[in-house]
């Protein structure tokens, strides 16, 4: 279903205003004056799919899939786009993003985005809110292809060796111990 060999940006999360899905389409729009090859994968559902829609235009390059709750769909999608971008609150996509490699731009999300997306290596914050500042920050992704490859491994590497479940229960299991000794 997908177009191969092209950019593609990924966004999956539920379809609300806090997500920001309206800025991303926006960055979107500048982005594909220079990047003629480029997707938008635009992944949920939520209040805010009919005005993301209309915001589209009917723009057969911005795909719209809904909600998508098998994971071997999820990542055939993830595994075939560029970038993930969250550009508003959220977070636990983040992560899952991260597991296929993929480079990561972001603004505030739920806290969990300060530990794991690291700036210039596994992806870039953005400014919140501020359109030229997504804008600049995919680009710089989508303009390098061995970076784009880079940072993505840089992901994959830092979810494999540093937030997996293992890792993270043992953190909880220390912090639980140095309250008990208190």
């Known amino acids: 279903m997908l177009k191969e060999g092209v950019k593609r940006i990924i966004h999956v999360g539920r379809l609300v205003k806090w997500k920001r899905v309206d800025l991303l389409i926006e960055a979107y729009r500048k982005l594909k004056q220079t990047h003629a090859d480029l997707e938008l994968l635009v992944v949920g559902a939520g209040p805010e799919l ?49 597991c296929y490699a993929k480079p990561i731009v972001c603004s505030i999300a739920d806290g969990t985005e300060k530990e794991i997306v690291r700036e210039g290596e596994n992806g870039f914050f953005f400014e919140n809110g501020n359109l030229d500042s997504l804008t600049e920050k995919i680009n710089i992704i989508l303009s390098d292809a061995e970076l784009c490859k880079r940072m993505g491994e840089k992901s994959l590497s830092i979810i494999e060796n540093e937030v997996n479940l293992d890792i993270v229960a043992g953190k909880y299991v220390e912090a639980f111990n140095h309250v008990l000794a208190c």
Request: negative net charge.
């Open 50 to 98: 009919e005005n993301l829609k209309a915001q589209a235009n009917n723009d057969a390059s911005i795909i719209f899939t809904g909600a998508i709750y098998d994971a071997k769909v999820l990542g055939k999608y993830l595994n075939e786009s560029s970038v993930y971008v969250l550009a508003g609150m959220g977070g636990l996509s983040i992560n899952e993003a991260m």
